[in-house]
């Protein structure tokens, strides 16, 4: 099989599996029934974890999902839907960088892949298309120069510099522990803390954004304790580096828990299973990132995800922070839904998960709000909340 096959098949294999697990449409399930995956969708799944490990990628996320149906009898088990501890784990840098490799070099051939694709070009277009990759060739060349001169001044001269290896260390150890994540998150984190590594934003995130679409200054490897976040932010305020770190922590925390498999009781008791709600899961990561990292003495410059998140604000002023973050981090979202529709109306929750867009969602609540005549305009100036809207140019 040519490397242009194997992407197609995987390619087809994703769009599969995608209508599946994260089509934006809930899977109903009777209660003492596990859900019904037909043929087509298993043979998919299988064949993209297959594939996914043929080219270095981790599949551990798609063979817990796998291995879903004899396991979701009872909404009220929301731990197995998690890991007792991730199929990789990486126990240094030097594993880790292997690991990082690997995922760039994939990234790099379906980029080719794409390049080659695309039409054959005349004479003109193909000059100015090399001329464009020798000046970008040039452009890296000297961003490899200023981070070698950046972090001469920051790591040396800086007396306060800290190292993001320390900074994971300490947000793993005093931040993420189990007075934070409750005992089965907590123990589960701390048997197998998560791996940083530090990659240059001109390299490996960029080929990252090209390639899944949307720019990124952290990562976490679904199935494995690996993080990394972009080289730039060990130049940029310590708040922002450890608001990162953090995000990317969570992610792993949550997914130990099976906070990723996004799931809840309807009225009749019946199991509903959504799968993995992206806008959803990164709106409420950000939010509790951002809320740890300033409860401990850092304010960040930004947020990410600032829809998402401020819907986020809004999910825990309407059912209370308690009740958000257990839901975040085991997938339940079964008390979430009760007090959202107990507040805003019958079959409010599922019309919010059905928007499966961060701007959506928020206009659907934000309507929800003004017709059950709730006063939400303090919400808007929540810290974290404030600074979102102010990052979109909303207020």
Known sequence: MTAEQMVDKVEKAEKTLGKVVEGGKAIEIPKAK??????????ALKELGYLAGQVGRNDAFLKQLN?????????????????????????NEKEA???IKREDDW??????????????KGFFASLWDNTKTAAK??????????NTIDDFFTKTINPFYRSSAGLNREIATQWLNESYLGTINGKRFAATPPMLTVELDKGFFERVANVYGCPAVGLQFEGTN??????????KPEA???????????????ELGGGKVIRWKNQKGDLIVYGYAKWLHEGLTELHAQQITRSKGYTPSRVSYALETITGVYLQRLVGAGVLKEAYLTGDFSKVREI???????????????????????????????????NYSSWDKDPVAAMAWKDIGGR
């Open 137 to 146: 060739a040039v452009q890296n060349a000297l961003s490899k120069v200023r």
């Open 67 to 91: 291995t879903l149906g004899p396991m979701i009898m009872d909404a009220g088990k929301p731990r197995e839907y998690g890991f007792e501890k991730p199929e990789k784990i990486f126990r």
């Open 340 to 374: 959202v529709d107990k507040k805003l109306g019958t079959d409010s929750f599922d019309g919010m998960m059905k928007t499966n867009k961060g701007v959506d969602a928020l206009l659907f609540l934000r309507n929800g709000l003004n017709s059950a005549g709730i």
């Open 34 to 43: 596990p859900p019904d995956l037909n043929a087509s969708s298993k043979k």
């Open 240 to 254: 922002d580096r450890r608001k990162t770190i953090t995000h990317e922590q969570l992610h792993y925390a949550s």
């Open 226 to 235: 690996l993080i990394t976040i972009a080289k730039s932010l060990e130049n």
């Open 97 to 99: 960088k292997i690991a």
């Open 107 to 120: 990234n790099k051939s379906r980029i080719a892949l794409k390049k080659a694709r695309a039409e054959r």
